[in-house]
């Protein structure tokens, strides 16, 4: 049982009779629309881990203020890419969701802080794309994933 809610969850205020159903098409066009959404999302986030990982000098220097730059990116960099690798493949989905929203909290008003200048557009980008997690924990990963193929997604 997920500690997140979901769609597929029983609105208490109507019994499962009354739920409306979906059809076939309309369900394989969520699914689709689900899977390009969690490629799109999913690669931004290994291309990203990548990046950073590839150009450690340049993000070094971004983080130069910071106290262990190293470690913060690597850390950033592994998260980024084994999150973005979950979302991609629709495997736990919502945990690895969830763990990047957990992330980016302090990235978004630390790091991006609009305040820096130069950060705010950064700021706003981050918070769309923390909506973004909040939207994948509530959907859930579709059909055509991983927690779909396992059964892990009730």
């Given at each position: ?35 390009i959404g969690r490629v799109l999302i999913g690669g931004a986030f290994i291309v990203s881990g990548a990046e950073k990982l590839i150009n450690v ?19 950033t960099a592994t998260i980024e890419l084994v999150a973005g690798l979950a979302i991609l493949s629709g495997f736990k989905l919502r945990i690895a ?58």
């Amino acid at each position: 049982m997920s500690f997140i809610p979901t769609l597929h969850d029983q609105s208490p205020h109507q019994p499962p009779h009354q739920q409306p159903q979906e059809s076939a098409l309309a369900q394989q066009t969520r699914d689709m629309q689900l899977l390009i959404g969690r490629v799109l999302i999913g690669g931004a986030f290994i291309v990203s881990g990548a990046e950073k990982l590839i150009n450690v000098d340049a993000y070094t220097a971004l983080l130069a203020q910071f106290t262990q730059a190293m470690l913060w990116i690597s850390l950033t960099a592994t998260i980024e890419l084994v999150a973005g690798l979950a979302i991609l493949s629709g495997f736990k989905l919502r945990i690895a969701s969830l763990a990047l929203f957990i992330w980016f909290l302090p990235v978004t008003f630390v790091i991006h802080n609009p305040s820096h200048a130069g950060q705010f557009l950064h700021f706003i980008k981050n918070l769309i794309i923390l909506g973004a997690f909040q939207l994948l924990m509530i959907i859930g990963p579709g059909r055509f994933s991983l927690d779909a193929f396992l059964g892990e997604d009730k």
